[in-house]
C-alpha cells in the first residue's frame, strides 16, 4: 500500500513538475496562481506576474551542446528561486521561459525591485561544462488586479510586454501599462544618477545647530545629507535616501557619511573652535549589514575625533525583527565612547521594554508633535510624557522641528532643553557652521 501511495506521489510530482528544472510546470502554475488570484480578491492584495525569458539560449545549445544549455537553465531557476519569497511561485513554462509569481508586493517599487534583481541575477556569469557563460534576461510584467483577474490575461499581459521588451533591446523589463514604466524609468534613472553621484562629490553634508533653550549656546549638531544633482538639481534625502536603502547604496553612502562627519568635526575642533558632538543618521539597513561599528571605529581612528564628540542617530525600525544583531552592535559602540541617539520619538512602536533593553542617550521628541504642541493637547501630552519618561531611565532629550517662540517657551516649560529648529538655523553649509561656531551662540 505505502508502496502505491509513494508511486501516486511520485506520478502526481512528475506530472506537475518541470523534469529538467523541478520547478512547478505550466498546469501546476495555474492552479497556482488561480489560488494567489483568490487570496489576493480576499484581502485586497496585489500580485505581478513576471514572465522571463532566457535571451538567445539557443546561441548556447549550439555552440556547447545541449548539455550546457540544460545545466544554465537549472541554474537559472536556482537563482529565480533565490530571489523568490516563501509565499511566491517560480515556474518553468517552456524551453526558455519561466514566470515569477510575487504574491506580497505592496506597490511598485517592491515589483521594480524583484525585476532588477532576478535580471542581475541571470547576467551573473554562469560556469557550465567548464565555460564561463554570460546570458541576459527579459521581464514583461502584469499585475492583477490592474491588468486582469483571469490567470489567462495576466499570462497574455505579461507576454505582451516581454515581447516588447525584446524589441527594445532585451535585457530589462517592461510592465504591460504604461504609466508603470514611467514610474520605472525615474526609479531607474534616479538609481543610475545617485550611484555616479557618490564619485562624483555631488553628496554634501549639512548641519543644524542644537541649542540650549534659555541662552541659544551651540551645544551640538546633527549632519544631513544633501545631495546636489548637476541634471536633477537638488533632491531631498527624503526621496533619495529610501531609494538608496533599497538598492544597497546606502552602505558606502552611510559610510562617507560617518567618515565626512568625523573629519569635518575633527577639522574644527583642531582650528580651535567649539567641542561639541556631530550627530549622524544612520539607516536600519545599515545595522541590518552588521557593519557600523567597524565603519564607525574607522572614521574615529582616520579622522582622530574623540569617540564622546560623536553621535549615532537610530529610528525604532532599528530594534524590531534581528533585535540581537542591532543590541550587539548598539553595545558595541557605546563601549567605544559613541552616544545613541533615538530620532523621531513617538512616531514608531515606542515601547518600555526596547527603551530599557537597548541602552541609550538620548531622545528627539518628532517634529510632529512639536509643530502641534501649543494647539493639540495630544501632541503636548505626548513630549510631556517622553519628558518624564527620559527622567525616568535618566536620558536626554531634544525636541526638533523647533519653529515658534511659542513653541520654544512652551518647551522650555515642560522642562525641554535641548531645540533644534528653524527657529535657531536651518541645516547649513558646512562654511557657514563654522561661522556659527566661532560665534558659539545662535543670534536670538
Ligand atoms: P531627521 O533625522 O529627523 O532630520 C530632521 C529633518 O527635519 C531634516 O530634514 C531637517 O532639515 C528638518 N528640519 C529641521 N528643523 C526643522 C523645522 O524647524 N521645521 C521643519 N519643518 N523641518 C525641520 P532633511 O534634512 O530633509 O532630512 C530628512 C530625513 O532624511 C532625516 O530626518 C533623516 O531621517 C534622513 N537623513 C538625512 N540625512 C541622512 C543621512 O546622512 N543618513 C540617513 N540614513 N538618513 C538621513
Ligand atoms: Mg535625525
Ligand atoms: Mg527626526
Not at 545647530?209 to 545631495?227: F, T
Not at 575642533?269 to 565603519?295: E, I, Y
Not at 574607522?298 to 575625533?305: V, Y
Amino acid at each position: 500500500m505505502s508502496a502505491l501511495i509513494a508511486a501516486h506521489n511520485q506520478l502526481d510530482f512528475l506530472s506537475n513538475h518541470d523534469a529538467l528544472t523541478e520547478l512547478p510546470n505550466r498546469s501546476l502554475f495555474h492552479d497556482r496562481l488561480q489560488q494567489s488570484i483568490a487570496a489576493a480578491r480576499r484581502n485586497g492584495g496585489q500580485l505581478a506576474l513576471l514572465l522571463v525569458n532566457v535571451d538567445r539560449l539557443s546561441r548556447i545549445n549550439d555552440s556547447l551542446g545541449h548539455a550546457a544549455g540544460d545545466a544554465l537553465l537549472r541554474e537559472v531557476a536556482r537563482r529565480a528561486r533565490g530571489i523568490a519569497g516563501p509565499l511566491d511561485t517560480v515556474a518553468r513554462l517552456s524551453g526558455d521561459e519561466f514566470v515569477l509569481l510575487l504574491t506580497g508586493c505592496e506597490d511598485t517599487e517592491d515589483i521594480i525591485f524583484s525585476a532588477r534583481r532576478l535580471i542581475d541575477a541571470i547576467a551573473q556569469p554562469h560556469s557550465v561544462g567548464g565555460h564561463d557563460v554570460v546570458v541576459t534576461g527579459s521581464i514583461g510584467i502584469s499585475v492583477f488586479p490592474r491588468d486582469g483577474d483571469a490567470p489567462g490575461d495576466l499570462l497574455k499581459a505579461a507576454d505582451a510586454a516581454l515581447a516588447h521588451q525584446k524589441d527594445a533591446g532585451r535585457n530589462g523589463f517592461r510592465f504591460f501599462k504604461g504609466e508603470m514604466n514611467a514610474q520605472a524609468l525615474r526609479w531607474l534613472a534616479l538609481e543610475t544618477r545617485l550611484r555616479r553621484a557618490i564619485g562624483r562629490a555631488e553628496l554634501a553634508l549639512h548641519f543644524q545647530p542644537q541649542v540650549a533653550g534659555r541662552d541659544g549656546r551651540v551645544l551640538g549638531m546633527e549632519a544631513l545629507l544633501r545631495w546636489h544633482s548637476p541634471e536633477l538639481g537638488r533632491i531631498s534625502p527624503a526621496d533619495f535616501i529610501p531609494l538608496a536603502e533599497d538598492t544597497g547604496l546606502i552602505l558606502p553612502i552611510g559610510d562617507w557619511v560617518i567618515r565626512q562627519a568625523c573629519l569635518q568635526n575633527k577639522a574644527w575642533q583642531d582650528a580651535g573652535l567649539a567641542r561639541v558632538p556631530v550627530a549622524v543618521n544612520v539607516s536600519a539597513h545599515q545595522f541590518k549589514a552588521g557593519t557600523v561599528p567597524a565603519v564607525v571605529r574607522a572614521a574615529l581612528l582616520e579622522s582622530g575625533l574623540e569617540p564622546q564628540y560623536l553621535e549615532i542617530e537610530l529610528t525604532e525600525s532599528v530594534m524590531l525583527g534581528d533585535t540581537t544583531a542591532a543590541e550587539a552592535q548598539l553595545a558595541e559602540l557605546r563601549a567605544m565612547g559613541v552616544s545613541l541617539s533615538l530620532d523621531d520619538f513617538g512616531t514608531g512602536y515606542s515601547s518600555l521594554g526596547y527603551l530599557s533593553r537597548f541602552s541609550l542617550d538620548k531622545l528627539k521628541i518628532d517634529q510632529a508633535f512639536v509643530r502641534n504642541i501649543t494647539t493639540d493637547p495630544r501632541s503636548a501630552a505626548i513630549a510631556q510624557a517622553t519628558l518624564a519618561l527620559a527622567d525616568g531611565l535618566a536620558l536626554r532629550v531634544v525636541a526638533e522641528g523647533v519653529e515658534t517662540v511659542a513653541q520654544r517657551d512652551f518647551l522650555g516649560r515642560i522642562g525641554c532643553e535641548v531645540l533644534q529648529g528653524y527657529l535657531y538655523s536651518p541645516p547649513l553649509p558646512a562654511r557657514e557652521m563654522q561661522a556659527l561656531l566661532e560665534a558659539g551662540h545662535v543670534a536670538l
